[in-house]
């Protein structure tokens, strides 16, 4: 059974940097879509980038294109989102889960926080 487990969240300067990692067990993700959401208090939850497997195409949210970038090591069961250039409306707490379509979603990871400020 798949399992998806976040890390690397945590308070960054804005302008700042930070790399969030999607651990999988259970399945290989080679070939697995992927999504980052994130939710921010008292929003709903947004999609943030939607990696289509390892040969397949990434899409990013406008507000997020051009600073955060999805990677994978197929080798470790891993994909990343590195987030560069954050801004403080970055804040909100992140979530990759199996797949890109929020309704058709069954595996979700626990989340991890993630604060801009200064």
């Known amino acids: 059974q798949l399992q998806l487990v976040e890390s690397g969240g945590g308070l960054v300067q804005p302008g700042g940097s930070l790399r969030l990692s999607c651990a999988a067990s259970?399945?290989?993700?080679?070939?697995?879509?992927i999504g980052w959401f994130r939710q921010a208090p008292g929003k709903e939850r947004e999609g943030v980038s939607c990696?289509?497997?390892?040969?397949?195409?990434?899409t990013y949210a406008d507000n997020v294109k051009g600073r955060f970038t999805i990677a994978r090591d197929n080798a470790k069961n891993t994909v990343y989102l590195q987030m560069n250039s954050l801004k403080p409306e970055d804040t909100a707490v992140y979530y990759c889960?199996?797949?890109?379509?929020?309704?058709?979603?069954?595996?979700w990871g626990q989340g991890t926080q993630v604060t801009v400020s200064s």
């Open positions: 259970g399945v290989n993700l080679e070939r697995s879509v």
């Open positions: 889960a199996a797949g890109c379509n929020t309704p058709f979603i069954q595996t």
């Open positions: 990696s289509r497997g390892t040969y397949g195409t990434t």
